[in-house]
Every structure is written in structure tokens, then in C-alpha cells.
């Protein structure tokens, strides 16, 4: 196992436009997280799984953001209509229960 | 509210001197404290972490924990240019969810 792997490394996107991310999260880990990143802030937490459930969805998350982890392996985020907010590097983490994360190399979204 | 508060910078330092980060953190029940570097547009990636009160050595990485006065800190020994980057501390709270700082940045100056 080589680690977590996300796909793609950037997207550029039009505004309007639906946008797909996947993340393959280390294969013992039970926890699968996202997370969003700007420019000189820490991550802001979106959502995270324990193996297929998903268990907290952050409020500040909106009805275009879903996230899916059919049978508990790797996720999906999509985002739909996307806006220019929606500019930044989007993370994805796994971990066991009770261990720090280990982050994939992200996911640059760039909306035009 | 949880919150993680780190000076967010930047802290110069020359190189080969000892640079020290320092981080408080709002919820007395945490109990795991992880140090996270992250160099521009890269991902964070897990450097340090300690559970017990005092210090924790790796290489020449020193984690400092006082929950006392819920304060977790990061020394860097003979600090390199490649040490250059934002370390982010975070702990995990109670529903084993890491809350984390907006991150100091480190310049070591050659």
C-alpha cells in the first residue's frame, strides 16, 4: 500500500460545471476524511466516513457538496454547479479510530 | 468551541539554530496532539505526535506537552533551509476528530 491516492492532481473547471474528486484511503484504515484548504488557513473539515457510514457533514457545507463511500473504500466528493468560491485544494485523509491522518496529495480546483 | 491557536507568522530563524513553535488549545479532555509540516501547495504531513504529559524526541524533532496549561510545542535543532514550511498543530477531540490550528510559517535563513 502506497499511501492515500487522490485523483486528479488539479481540475479547472468552468463555473456551472460538476466536478468529481476520488480518494483511495490506505486499506486498514476505518476513517476517510475531506477537507478543504485555502491559502493561510489549516484545513476546514467537510465530511468523514468510518468505514461506509457517513457520520458528520460540516454545516458550513452546502447542498452542492456529496460524498460517497460505496462499501467502505474509496470515496467520491462531487461537487455540483460549481462557483468560484469553490477554488481551493481539497484534501482527503484516512487514519485508524485513534491515530493522526495521512493526508493524499490533494486535489487542486480551479474555477473559472 | 474547540479552537487551536498558533502565531501564524512568519517565524525567522538562521539556519542551524533552534526554532520553536508553539500552540495552546481550548479543550482540556484532548489527549493526542500531532505536529503537521506542510511546504506550499503540498499536503500536511504527520511529523510529530504525543499523548503524555513532558517531551518527546525524534531526530531532531522535540514535541513539548503541558496540560496544565494546555500548551503543545515543536522544537527544530539545527534548523535547515528544507525545514522552511507551515507546521499546523491539531489534537483529537472527543469524537477522535482532529481540530486543527490555521498553522505558523517557518523561514530558516541561510
Known amino acids: 500500500d502506497t499511501g492515500v491516492s487522490q485523483d486528479p492532481r488539479h481540475k479547472i473547471t468552468k463555473r456551472g460545471q460538476n466536478v468529481t474528486f476520488r480518494c483511495d484511503p490506505i486499506s486498514e484504515h476505518n476513517r476517510l476524511y475531506w477537507y478543504r484548504q485555502t491559502l493561510g488557513q489549516g484545513p476546514e473539515f467537510l465530511t468523514y466516513f468510518q468505514n461506509e457510514a457517513q457520520l458528520e457533514k460540516s454545516r458550513l457545507l452546502s447542498d452542492r457538496f456529496s460524498a460517497e463511500r460505496p462499501k467502505g473504500s474509496f470515496s467520491t466528493l462531487e461537487i455540483q454547479r460549481t462557483e468560484q468560491g469553490d477554488s481551493a485544494m481539497y484534501l482527503c485523509a484516512s487514519s485508524l479510530i485513534t491515530d493522526g491522518y495521512t493526508f493524499g496529495s490533494g486535489t487542486r480546483l480551479t474555477v473559472v | ?110
Open chain 2, 1 to 110: 468551541q474547540k479552537e487551536v491557536e498558533q502565531n501564524s507568522g512568519p517565524l525567522s530563524v538562521p539556519e542551524g539554530a533552534i526554532a520553536s513553535l508553539n500552540c495552546t488549545y481550548s479543550d482540556r479532555g484532548s489527549q493526542s496532539f500531532f505536529w503537521y509540516r506542510q511546504y506550499s501547495g503540498k499536503s500536511p504531513e504527520l511529523i510529530m505526535f504525543i499523548y503524555s504529559n513532558g517531551d518527546k524526541e525524534d531526530g531532531r524533532f522535540t514535541a513539548q506537552l503541558n496540560k496544565a496549561s494546555q500548551y503543545v510545542s515543536l522544537l527544530i535543532r539545527d534548523s535547515q533551509p528544507s525545514d522552511s514550511a507551515t507546521y499546523l498543530c491539531a489534537f483529537l477531540d472527543s469524537n477522535y476528530q482532529l481540530i486543527w490550528g490555521a498553522g505558523t510559517k517557518l523561514i530558516i535563513k541561510p
